[in-house]
């Protein structure tokens, strides 16, 4: 016993450094292999009120830029609206109403790390719940993936978790969207089969198979492309059309038929395998 | 104990955390450099004090560090590490000085104080990047990483060490 307590004694500051090192590390490895931790992410309210507080300083700083971008991406939206066959009043019947949207700001972007995550300024109190698209003006930006009261993180496209439903415009051969954390403007469509004709140029956008991101969300084009080891499937670079570097607007979109979607999904699974 | 050294390791603290991941977190030089300068806590820390409540400050600064970047725990390991290693590291550089009742971080050469703070850069980096990107196939990527991050670690870190000097003679 007295040998035990002596052991404990000398190697104190040892052992407390395995203590730490084993909490770390499990933490660590258990969102490795799944999630981002519930407990480990920036839009908690302390992280969320900093990171807030120095966005409402900042933000004055692009303010031009940013009211530009807005002009046009409203002058392009008139555009379609002025040019399309239907009267100029559009009739909005909420039973009919399939996608709801949400605008936010960005109040934290990275792209630095291998797992990326972007913290906006709004929360639950907004109706914002996990797995929720999020896009700005020029496409794709990330899946939301813990919220609190007043602020979300999302889970960006540049992470090698994400996993996004694509195809190339006007086609219905569809794939995988994946990040190889190489560089911060592309990003890798995979499994196209290799009997799809494809050039360089060719638009990506978001493919029908997603519950969470409507049909046609644009996310990029073409840079290069080549065969994977298998030789049958296609191993495409996207660059993106979105400055990853330079977000302050983005738009929140909830699906409701979402989880009707996912129960359906559910149950066809469990009744195969009776 | 409660002195005036007890305040300046808080406002430390609280200061590295706020510049860490307000500026420097921010930085994004060529595309993936973003300097780690919080290590700079770990080298102003006074040198006989308790190291349980060392190792336990620094766990907890790694892990503020943490909530605010969104890498799990990433930087908690890490800085766990080089405050756990760092009375090895200082045995390594400063030797037999160490032993003097009067040793301060002040009085060594400029030579042995950038060796001390490369070291604990360059272990913190390491142990960063591997738990990062978490796969013995991108050793070079790692390697990379740890150089390239750490030099601008290095330079930033001496840059602020000589602008708020702890040497008043």
């Known amino acids: 016993m007295r040998q035990i307590i002596n052991f404990l004694i000398r190697y104190k500051t040892f052992l407390l450094y395995i203590f730490f090192m084993i909490i770390s590390l499990s933490f660590t490895i258990q969102s490795h292999s799944f999630h981002q931790s519930k407990f480990f992410n920036s839009s908690n309210w302390v992280t969320g009120g900093i990171f807030q507080t120095s966005y409402n300083i900042t933000s004055y700083f692009d303010l031009k830029s940013e009211n530009q971008k807005l002009v046009n991406d409203n002058k392009r939206l008139r555009q379609i609206l002025y040019n399309s066959k239907i009267k100029d009043t559009v009739l909005i019947d909420s039973s009919n109403i399939n996608y709801t949207v949400i605008s936010g700001q960005v109040i934290k972007n990275n792209y630095a790390d291998q797992r990326n995550y972007i913290t906006i300024n709004k929360g639950e109190k907004d109706s914002i719940k996990q797995d929720m698209g999020v896009i700005t003006d020029k496409g794709i930006l990330g899946i939301i993936e813990n919220t609190s009261n007043n602020y979300a993180s999302v889970q960006s496209v540049l992470n090698e978790h994400s996993n996004i439903n694509a195809k190339i415009k006007n086609t219905d051969h569809f794939g995988s969207l994946i990040w190889n954390t190489e560089h911060y403007n592309t990003v890798q469509l995979i499994d196209i089969p290799r009997l799809v004709p494809i050039t360089i140029g060719d638009t990506i956008v978001t493919g029908a198979m997603s519950s969470i991101f409507p049909e046609n969300i644009p996310i990029g084009t073409i840079k290069k492309f080549d065969l994977d080891d298998s030789k049958s499937f296609y191993y495409i670079n996207v660059s993106l059309f979105n400055d990853m570097t330079n977000i302050k607007n983005v738009y929140i979109i909830n699906n409701p038929n979402r989880e009707e979607i996912l129960k359906l999904e559910q149950e066809t699974i469990s009744n195969d395998q009776y | ?169």
């Not at chain 2, 907890?60 to 605010?68: A, H, M, R, S, Y």
């Not at chain 2, 272990?123 to 390239?148: D, P």
Request: hydrophobic share 60%; aromatic share 16%.
């Open chain 2, 1 to 169: 104990m409660i002195n005036t050294n007890f305040f300046i390791n808080i406002l430390r603290f609280t200061l590295l955390v706020l510049v860490q991941v307000l500026v420097f977190n921010r930085l994004h030089f060529f595309g993936f450099i973003n300097p780690m300068v919080y290590i700079l806590f770990l080298y102003w820390y006074p040198i006989k004090e308790n190291r349980a409540a060392f190792i336990g400050l620094s766990f907890l600064l790694g892990l503020c560090i943490d909530f605010f970047s969104d890498t799990m725990a990433i930087n908690a390991a890490a800085t766990v590490t080089i405050a756990y290693l760092r009375p090895v590291i200082m045995n390594f550089v400063f030797g037999v000085n160490l032993e003097f009742q009067s040793f301060k971080l002040g009085n060594t050469t400029k030579v042995q104080q950038i060796t001390f703070l490369a070291l604990l850069i360059v272990v913190h980096h390491f142990v960063f990047f591997t738990l990062e990107i978490f796969s013995i196939t991108n050793l070079l990527l790692i390697l990379k990483k740890t150089l390239a991050i750490g030099l601008a670690t290095l330079i930033l870190c001496l840059l602020f060490s000589t602008l708020f000097s702890v040497k008043k003679e």
